[in-house]
């Protein structure tokens, strides 16, 4: 069996919880592959976390941006995700119980030869010519800065038929995980994961762009005009930059993200909001 490690970078308590379960992966024959900037802390041999996917499990050890950063690399592998002590949205194993469950998964994989997993899904940003690694949170269509004198035209239609259309800063199209994250801050709704949808979510619209949940297998379209620039970004990290007018073409992409472990509880985990 093959467990990659992603630990928060620059943290010496997630560094020093990668190695101890290293130690004992090792020690139940177990390979172990540990992203670069963590390996390097630890003395030990790295891996480009591009590579993640080849591995059996993902162990997350951080935030949820470290989660993000290391499902962008596991594509179908299953995640683990341990959290630094308080409960996330992502992140269900606290730090003392973390080489537990992982030891777990183990027996589990070789016991069953796979893992029990839960899905969350993913969106896919595409456009003329190019299509960008899928989300887990949101994907974001703008102009090319924010505020004023910024933003762009805006036009949204679902499924084909339109829907908004004005000048906004742009607009954000989230899954029911992301809805915590950069969606609410930008006063779009909570979405409880069990709910099958994405959700819209204007960003500072002029005309007014309430935000609206559709179902999860709507196709979503932006067309960007009357700036000089657009950009898409993907879960707040990867970017693609167009000269409008210009159109995104935004779906939940084929593959989403494999959970692993226990479950955080959604209403447990909104007490980090308050």
């Known amino acids: 069996m093959k467990v990659a490690i992603v630990a928060q970078w620059g943290n010496d308590r997630t560094a020093a919880l990668a190695g101890e ?38 162990v997350s050890i951080g935030g949820d941006g470290t989660f993000l950063f290391a499902a962008h690399g596991a594509g179908a592998t299953p995640i683990l995700g341990v959290n630094l002590g308080e409960v996330g949205f992502l992140n269900a194993v606290r730090p003392d119980d973390a080489v537990d469950a992982v030891l777990a998964e183990v027996r589990r994989f070789r016991e069953e030869g796979e893992l029990p997993t839960r899905s969350m899904p993913r969106l896919a940003a595409s456009g003329d010519g190019w299509t960008l690694p899928p989300a887990v949170n949101e994907i974001v269509v703008q102009g090319a800065h924010r505020g004023h004198g910024g933003g762009a035209s805006i036009d949204v239609a679902v499924d084909g038929s339109p829907y908004a259309s004005g000048h906004a800063d742009g607009v954000l199209i989230s899954t029911p995980t992301g809805s915590t994250a950069y ?12 709910v099958s949808g994405i959700v819209i979510t204007g960003m500072a619209a002029v005309d007014g762009m309430p935000p609206l949940v559709v179902d999860r297998d709507a196709t979503v379209s932006v067309a960007v005009s009357d700036t000089d620039e657009a950009v898409v970004v993907v879960d707040g990290r990867i970017r693609e930059r167009m000269e409008p007018p210009t159109n995104v073409t935004i779906e939940t992409a084929e593959q989403p993200v494999l959970m692993a472990g226990p479950a955080s509880d959604f209403f447990e985990a909104l007490g980090k909001l308050r």
């Open 21 to 58: 379960i290293r130690e004992r992966l090792v020690e139940a024959d177990v390979t172990v592959w540990i992203d670069a900037a963590t390996a390097a802390e630890l003395g030990v041999p790295g891996h480009d976390i591009d590579t993640f996917d080849a591995a059996d499990l993902v």
């Open 183 to 194: 969606n609410l801050s930008e006063d779009g709704p909570l979405i409880h994961p069990g």
